[in-house]
């Protein structure tokens, strides 16, 4: 599906739109051109709750029905184990709707979360 940027992904702020798709029940990618992101849905992994801030509801357009989906970038190691996650900065994609932002969470109020998590944490 292509999902249209309302709020852009840090580092890449002339990004408009990406192609997102699903690689099995834990990845996705998300690629425009030749800038591509492997993302990780971080429920399959850990416990991850965040508040998402009104300024990016309204970006979202989200409604209460709304199919809202939370993704973490992971920059990709060989092997897998030495992968990093980045929970402080996940990616949420109104589905319905297909919009996308990027959300940078205070590192002070998520202490939990690390901005290069190794994956080996959570196999």
Same mark, same amino acid.
């Given at each position: 599906?292509?999902?249209?940027?309302?709020?852009?992904?840090?580092?890449?702020?002339?990004? %408009?739109?990406? !192609?997102?798709?699903?690689?099995?029940?834990?990845?996705?990618?998300?690629?425009?051109?030749?800038?591509?992101?492997?993302?990780?849905?971080?429920?399959?992994?850990?416990?991850?709750?965040? %508040?998402?801030?009104?300024?990016?509801?309204?970006?979202?357009?989200?409604?209460?029905?709304?199919?809202?989906?939370?993704?973490?970038?992971?920059?990709?190691?060989?092997?897998?184990?030495?992968?990093?996650?980045?929970?402080?900065?996940?990616?949420?994609?109104?589905?319905?709707?297909?919009?996308?932002?990027?959300? !940078?969470?205070?590192?002070?109020?998520?202490?939990?979360?690390?901005?290069?998590?190794?994956?080996?944490?959570?196999?």
């Amino acid at each position: 599906m292509i999902v249209k940027v309302v709020s852009p992904i840090l580092g890449f702020e002339k990004i %408009e739109e990406f !192609a997102f798709d699903k690689i099995d029940d834990f990845f996705s990618s998300l690629s425009s051109g030749d800038i591509s992101f492997t993302l990780i849905d971080p429920l399959k992994i850990r416990d991850y709750e965040f %508040e998402i801030p009104p300024f990016y509801k309204k970006l979202l357009d989200f409604q209460k029905d709304d199919n809202l989906k939370a993704y973490c970038i992971v920059v990709l190691q060989n092997p897998l184990e030495e992968s990093m996650i980045n929970f402080l900065a996940p990616i949420l994609i109104n589905e319905d709707k297909k919009l996308l932002v990027q959300i !940078a969470l205070d590192e002070g109020k998520y202490k939990d979360y690390s901005i290069a998590d190794k994956i080996k944490r959570y196999l």
